[in-house]
């Protein structure tokens, strides 16, 4: 199984960004997937999740500014951050059935 996470970058208050996690080695279609994060000194935190039928679930803090997506023929989960805050500077993984890829580092400075 592999987790491919990557677009993270440092970005200014306010603007976009859009990760994408590829897989492989799982069967996409029937799975769920998460973003999680972690901030420097706290705990890994989910930021969004998408099950297999497209249902989603999102974290307090970023509900209403991300949305989690999915391509099944691309095997690729993303995740639309929108309106970024310098609180949501964060190592960002994806999260598949315990196992976890790469984090990609997302920074917005205040």
């Known amino acids: 199984v592999q987790l491919q996470a990557s677009g993270g970058g440092l970005v200014q208050a306010g603007e976009s960004l859009r990760l994408s996690c590829a897989t492989s080695?799982?069967?996409?279609?029937?799975?769920?997937l998460g973003w999680y994060r972690q901030a420097p000194g706290k705990q890994r935190e989910l930021v969004a999740q998408?099950?297999?039928?497209?249902?989603?679930i999102y974290g307090d803090s970023v509900k209403g500014r991300f949305a989690i997506s999915r391509d099944n023929a691309k095997k690729t989960v993303y995740l639309q951050m929108n309106s970024l805050k310098p609180e949501d500077t964060a190592v960002y993984y994806c999260?598949?059935?315990?196992?976890w890829g790469k984090g990609t580092q997302v920074t917005s400075p205040a």
């Open positions: 999260r598949y059935s315990g196992l």
């Open positions: 080695g799982i069967i996409f279609s029937v799975s769920t």
């Open positions: 998408i099950s297999s039928v497209g249902s989603t």
